[in-house]
DNA sequence: TCATCCAATGTTTACGTAAACAGGAGCGAC
DNA sequence: GTCGCTCCTGTTTACGTAAACATTGGATGA
């Protein structure tokens, strides 16, 4: 027993009428506003709802007129299929849960967008969940949240390791990639090459003939500041340089300003390599304002490669990431999980290249 | 990778049968992992799946010590609401649809932000949709996807005003707000005082003792750029100053650097408002380049008051814009008109302020 | 004392879709 | 001719939830 069995738009088939009255049985006062279902367009179209279903979903035997049919009464009545109803069918929402905590950092909205765009795509919608304190139980809540949520997939974009397996309980099927963390033994990583791309921020300023690089590092928390701190070390090590002390900003500009009052004071100070543009931009303001040229007297080196870095005063050599790579692998992963294929733990690394521009010179004679 | 959802507490029942066989009649080898339902909980609290209907959404009618059997029975059996299920029952998804062009600019990004996390506070996700071309096309495609999406409401933040509305068919409950456009005849509007920031930076300029301001305007397509654009040159005829020739750029820095050369050249041109801290930052790189002094030669007032602002060369003197509030009251304007209340069409303006750094001095005697 | 009402819980049903199965028509092989 | 196959379409059913309605048991009031 299937709802009304009398059928009301026999009547406008031939007649062209407006689609209007559809399913709204009861002559409205209430304005019921129901969808257009599919058995609304096999009505209209003298089908099965079942054919219906088919040509919306591109069943390949489905005879041409037959289908030709269905698609005029789609058009004529507006047909949406209803997500939920078919996620309720399939189990599947075409949809990816993106987790982070900061749109702030211009990194993470790059990939962001870039995931957003790979997405869009492949069909898939993208809904984001921002965690609004960084604390275990911020990043549980979310998770909770987005484990009730409608997404099929997870990408997680953290700088933080706040990933604590047992806090964290998801829907058997929900697939998880993450971006940026140490977390590649339990999970799906892709991240950009931090390594590579500090060792040749580093190998560039050595080339230039300075003695040794100091480094304007990102916030202990983050594991890509951590990276590339532990790369420029190394960086340093392998030619036998001394490190000279760690200046620690937030990324923020404002931070990397701070920091750059600090390294001014230092005479022997003449190539940073500093852990994002941002606090370049910073360091260089500093720099300036305590009479320090750059890059006659000092040379710097950032990392991102953002927009703006071209127009910094003066335009910043750095080391660019490739975040739309970043943004299509990770979508690439998660669907590949969501395709059923068993991808392992581990990580996938997206190479950088540097970007000279104005702010790098040779080291003066001494 | 471990997380599993599933649960094997049947023998924690302590009565009798295990409850483990559900509704899934074959028994496994596939392992069909389905989710836990509202019924598995129901009969692991010896109740019926209405009373656990009842208690996931806090309905009064529940006494005290059912309510926690049933609680408990949902802890143990790791339960999560089915929202694809919910959704389709109720018609509601407690999900808002965001349309965007593109979130290489600032403002996009920051209202973005303010909205996903305006809606996490009201318990609503955001669902991201991208519009990878901007023409009427790709932008009726969006919606198109969107109004198949599982959302109950759309935020469109978009520059260009391209909502034809002819070409858009929405589901009929979906409700719209739209940020930076000029459809506020059609839709609720939600939006930063442009006119009067901008009159905030030329009033400014002015009091300082410039004879007249030149402005550094976004693209022509911008409704945002269209307005500051307008409000600039009704703040000098109310003055009775010239406006100089508009000088134009498409938001980023490199396109101000660009028009900066050009104004550089121009030894009348004392002051200058630019549409977005971005180009302003451009521009300074331009007047560095060419030897005139900020503040000292030229004035430079922007717009947005992004983070970096602060750190440019100089620090800049800029309208800042609250895209907090803008977040907070588009979704308070779409839970609203989700809500059912009749949200009249029209603008909603958010105030800005002037934010004095170094950018701007008195204009030198003549 | 019994009709009435309310509070707590159970039962039925529909939401829109798509998988699984069923039937019938056409067609080639024997 | 008929068996068996393929191709197209129809019928039945289940997905998990929640509204609507039904039922129970006690308390209230006349």
Redesign the interface.
């Known amino acids: 027993m299937i709802r009304e069995g009398q059928a009301p738009p026999a009547a406008a088939v031939g007649s062209g009428a407006p689609p209007a009255g559809t399913a709204t049985g009861e002559a409205g006062q209430a304005r019921p506003?129901r969808?257009v279902s599919m058995a609304d367009v096999a009505r209209l179209a003298g089908v099965s709802s079942q054919t219906v279903s088919r040509v919306s979903n591109g069943h390949p035997s489905v005879v041409a007129g037959t289908r030709e049919r269905v698609l005029r009464a789609m058009k004529q009545l507006?047909y949406?299929?209803?997500?939920?109803?078919r996620?309720?069918r399939s189990g599947r929402?075409r949809?990816i849960g993106v987790i982070l905590f900061?749109?702030?950092t211009t990194g993470n909205?790059?990939t962001?967008?870039a995931i957003?765009?790979s997405a869009?795509e492949k069909g898939y919608?993208?809904?984001?969940?921002?965690v609004?304190v960084p604390t275990q139980t911020g990043v549980h809540g979310a998770f909770t949240?987005l484990?009730?949520?409608?997404v099929d997939g997870i990408i997680v974009i953290m700088e933080v390791n706040l990933l604590d397996?047992a806090t964290?309980?998801?829907?058997?099927?929900?697939q998880?990639v993450v971006v940026d963390s140490d977390a590649g033994d339990?999970?799906s990583v892709v991240d950009t090459d931090q390594v590579g791309g500090a060792h040749l921020a580093v190998r560039h300023l050595l080339d230039l003939g300075h003695s040794t690089v100091w480094h304007l590092a990102g916030p202990e928390g983050s594991f890509a500041a951590q990276r590339r701190e532990q790369a420029w070390r190394d960086a340093l090590a392998r030619d036998w340089r001394a490190a000279p002390p760690v200046v620690r900003g937030d990324w923020?500009?404002?931070s990397?300003?701070r920091a750059g009052l600090e390294l001014a004071g230092r005479e022997d100070c003449t190539a940073v390599f500093a852990a994002n543009d941002?606090m370049a931009?910073?360091l260089?303001?500093a720099l300036?304002e305590r009479g320090r040229r750059v890059p006659q007297d000092v040379s710097v080196v950032g990392f991102d490669d953002i927009?703006?870095a071209?127009?910094?005063?003066p335009?910043l050599t750095t080391v660019h990431q490739d975040f739309a790579e970043v943004g299509r692998r990770c979508v690439d992963g998660v669907l590949r999980e969501i395709g059923g294929a068993e991808v392992p733990?581990g990580a996938v690394l997206v190479p950088t290249r540097l970007v000279e521009r104005s702010s790098t010179a040779p080291a003066r004679r001494r």
């Open positions: 506003r969808g507006g949406r299929p209803n997500s939920a109803a996620a309720l929402f949809t900061t749109l702030s909205v790059r962001l967008e957003a765009v869009a919608a993208i809904t984001l969940q921002p609004a949240r484990g009730e949520l409608a397996a964290i309980t998801l829907p058997p099927h929900v998880v339990r999970y923020s500009a404002e990397g300003y941002q931009l910073g260089l303001r300036r927009p703006e071209a127009s910094f005063a335009p733990p």
